[in-house]
């Protein structure tokens, strides 16, 4: 198996994370919510995608500098965005809260990848673990320090798919993906979102399911057991599969 | 051992042999009974040993992942941890029965480590380090003190499996020992006994062959084995029933044999008998014919002699007046007429002596029978002979020795006949001591004639020995017929011994017997019973 696979592998989720979403829950908030959630989940997913994309120039031992700074993956990940959404992010009023929230996603973005720089130029080092999905988690835990007591994004899975155990879905994560997302009639692709109780706070959560494509399968295939590139055992996935969720929280 | 029959020696035996293999058996099915105990008590701390081991793995490895949690926060690291744990936990359930309080007290810590690597794990993945390596050195003061229970405990089960393990090997060489011991104790026991068995089998049955090979060998007087109550004593009781009868057979058959040879004998001697006295009685026929002619001749010769004497006193004048010639030619015929006619007489006198001798044969028993000195007799007749002996011929000589009984009674007898018998005898003797001396080239050779005398009781004997030429052996049946002689004719008539043979055996009842060897000697026996009985004779050579 080519070093190719695996890099292609790494970044399988990002590709086939879904940009539709449905909000359930008709109230006005949670409309502007579910629009934040999808927002911040769409720079997310188009950053990592970025990192998936340069996983071949992060991981030559030979370069040092790969010129791969924060701002070069968020120019890269905004024109994703703007591609995918229509609507260019410098355009939204910095003071809104979607517009504060999406800058405090981007500020992490930029930050996360500076913050790894001698890691990316690591020269004689090849595989550096510099992956979308550490990528994701790095920029997730920057955001929601970032936007602490107002916003929190996680990309997490069922518990058995999830392998660092910071991933792990709460309570009711876990069970929406059990009764939802993984329920037999729910609608590919299609989002959950409710105003749930946090901590005492109302909240608006929203899970957006992310699915298996046949170049996840590479590490989260089959045989069930085997071990990947990294040294971790396959799960037995297939295309199509539920193989992760990102899991938004907005507080009001 | 011979008071047991050999069947009983054998169960004997048998049973002995049985015995040791039985109790060899019983002793080394318990200590290897035991000893099997003792290997499975080893067995299961070897067993406890390996669950211990396993349990210390299974907590490195636990210890392993927890820790690799808190770097990786991977959650393939929680979950090998608790597969470790799981393991462990199985483990110690399998190790609870030897020491549940000891492993009671592992799962404590075990459970006190758990509860702080799982807190630090938490704190690691809440980003709270600090505390996280606190809670974390927590644990492992914990895993520490696990690590230390479950050495001491493999050290301890250790200890206890070499202790079985020595116990049981001891065990296992002291029962091989004493099983070595006991066979060769068997061994040597059942040889002895086998030994003795077959010693007590064998030697009386090597007694019974060599007293049934005596037997069958005719051997009445082989010793016969002490019969004892066993089999081989009942061979024993039998071969000496066999002896017994054996014996009585050889002495039934020894008396038939002497019955046979005495009525062989006596038949023999009956018709001796009965010959002798048809012999006798036709001599005394013979001689009672003969005797009137003879009569006749011997007269008629005496007178013819004084008729020839009266012829020559008649015809003297006659005659003296012839010439000389005729007168010497005259008395010439009458001299040669009257020897003839002496010669007629003298030879008429010698046949009227033998005539008279026939008839004193036939007249034999005749005799009154007294009581006399049997000594005096053979002096009285010895001298008789010698001196008659002497008479005849000056230049013979003999040396008599006497072996005389003087114990011996008076006996009964004819003694004018038992008188002519010893005259025979001692006559016959002389005759042959000097025949030797003639013949004898030997100088020095000394005519010896021995008489002895010895009272036997119911019977007296009667030894006459010279050492004269001796019978040869054909002559022996003949000798006592009557006209048997080797004497030159004229010197014997051949009847001397027939008629001794009468007087001793059918006047007196006794026997009359001889032996002799040529040029050695002869030596009559005779044997005369005190009291009268049916005869009896022999001849013995």
């Known amino acids: ?237 297939k295309v199509g599969d539920l193989g992760a969720a990102m899991s938004i929280t907005l507080y009001h | 051992m011979a008071w047991l029959t050999i069947r009983t020696r054998l169960i004997l035996l048998t049973s002995a042999g049985l015995l040791v293999l039985i109790a060899t058996n019983f002793y080394l099915t318990r200590v290897l009974s035991e000893n099997s105990a003792g290997m499975v008590k080893a067995a299961g701390l070897l067993k406890g040993i390996e669950q211990a081991d396993s349990a210390q793995i299974a907590f490195g490895e636990m210890r392993y992942w927890m820790t690799d949690l808190a770097v990786s926060q991977l959650t393939l690291s929680e979950r090998n941890a608790a597969a470790a744990r799981a393991r462990m936990d199985e483990h110690l359930g399998k190790l609870a029965p030897w020491n549940p309080e000891r492993i009671a007290a592992v799962r404590s810590e075990v459970a006190q480590y758990d509860e702080f690597a799982d807190k630090a794990a938490d704190e690691y993945t809440n980003d709270r380090r600090v505390i996280g390596n606190s809670l974390l050195a927590q644990a492992r003061q914990h895993s520490v003190i696990v690590d230390n229970l479950l050495g001491s405990i493999v050290a301890d089960l250790t200890n206890e499996a070499l202790i079985a393990r020595q116990q049981t090997v001891a065990e296992a060489t002291a029962a091989t020992r004493l099983s070595q011991i006991v066979v060769a104790a068997a061994v040597l026991t059942g040889v002895l006994l086998t030994v003795l068995v077959l010693r007590s089998i064998v030697v009386p049955l090597r007694r019974l062959v060599a007293a049934m090979d005596g037997l069958n060998a005719g051997n009445v007087d082989v010793a016969i084995p002490a019969a004892g109550p066993d089999e081989i004593g009942a061979v024993a009781r039998t071969l000496a029933r066999f002896r017994d009868a054996l014996l009585e057979r050889n002495r039934r058959e020894g008396e038939l044999r002497a019955a046979h040879e005495e009525l062989k004998a006596t038949q023999a001697s009956l018709i001796h008998a009965e010959k002798m006295a048809s012999l006798g009685q036709l001599t005394a026929g013979i001689a009672h014919e003969i005797k009137n002619p003879l009569n006749f001749v011997n007269n008629f010769a005496s007178l013819s002699v004084e008729l020839l004497d009266e012829l020559r006193q008649t015809a003297r004048p006659a005659i003296a007046a012839l010439g000389a010639d005729k007168r010497a030619e005259i008395d010439e015929v009458i001299d040669m007429l009257t020897g003839n006619l002496e010669k007629i007489a003298e030879h008429g006198n010698r046949a009227d002596g033998i005539v008279k001798s026939m008839l004193a044969h036939s007249r034999s028993g005749s005799g009154d029978r007294q009581r006399v000195d049997l000594n005096a007799l053979i002096e009285e007749s010895l001298n008789l002979a010698y001196h008659g002996a002497r008479a005849q011929d000056h230049d013979f000589n003999i040396t008599l020795e006497r072996d005389l009984d003087r114990t011996i009674a008076p006996i009964e007898l004819v003694p004018q006949d038992i008188s002519r018998v010893l005259l025979n005898l001692f006559g016959n003797g002389f005759y042959a001591a000097d025949k030797r001396r003639h013949e004898a080239a030997d100088a020095a050779f000394r005519p010896v004639l021995k008489v002895v005398t010895r009272d036997l009781g119911r019977e007296v004997e009667i030894r006459v020995r010279d050492n004269g030429i001796g019978i040869p052996i054909e002559f022996r049946d003949k000798l006592f017929q009557p006209f048997f002689t080797t004497k030159p004719t004229g010197e014997g008539t051949g009847l001397g011994l027939s008629i001794s043979y009468d007087i001793v055996t059918q006047q007196h009842g006794g026997m009359i017997t001889v032996d002799s060897r040529v040029d050695e000697f002869t030596e009559f026996t005779i044997r005369l019973p005190r009291s009268r009985h049916p005869a009896t004779a022999g001849t013995r050579t």
């Open chain 1, 1 to 237: 198996m080519s070093r190719d696979w695996l890099r292609s592998a790494m970044f399988a989720l990002p590709i086939v994370g879904l940009v539709t979403s449905a909000a359930v829950g008709a109230a006005p908030r949670s409309d502007e919510d579910a629009a934040i959630a999808q927002s911040l989940a769409e720079m997310l997913r188009d950053a990592r995608a970025v990192v998936s994309n340069n996983q071949d120039l992060i991981n030559n031992p030979e370069l040092g500098d790969k010129h791969l700074t924060g701002q070069v993956v968020l120019d890269q990940a905004v024109k994703s965005y703007a591609k995918a959404t229509g609507s260019d992010p410098a355009t939204i009023d910095p003071k809104s809260r979607q517009g504060r929230l999406l800058r405090a996603m981007m500020v992490a973005i930029v930050a996360v990848t500076d913050d790894n720089q001698a890691t990316i130029n690591e020269k004689g080092t090849g595989f550096k673990g510099f992956i979308p999905a550490v990528f994701a988690r790095l920029v997730s835990e920057d955001f929601n320090q970032r936007a602490k007591g107002e916003a929190e994004v996680k990309v997490t899975a069922p518990l058995e798919l999830v392998r660092n155990r910071k991933a792990r879905p709460d309570a009711w994560e876990a069970d929406v993906m059990k009764t939802k997302l993984l329920a037999a009639d729910w609608p590919k692709g299609q989002s959950y979102s409710a105003v749930v109780d946090v901590s005492g706070h109302p909240a608006f959560r929203i899970m957006v399911p992310e699915y298996y494509a046949a170049s996840c399968l590479v590490c989260h295939g089959s045989p069930k057991g085997e071990m990947d590139l990294t040294g971790y055992p396959k799960e037995g996935g």
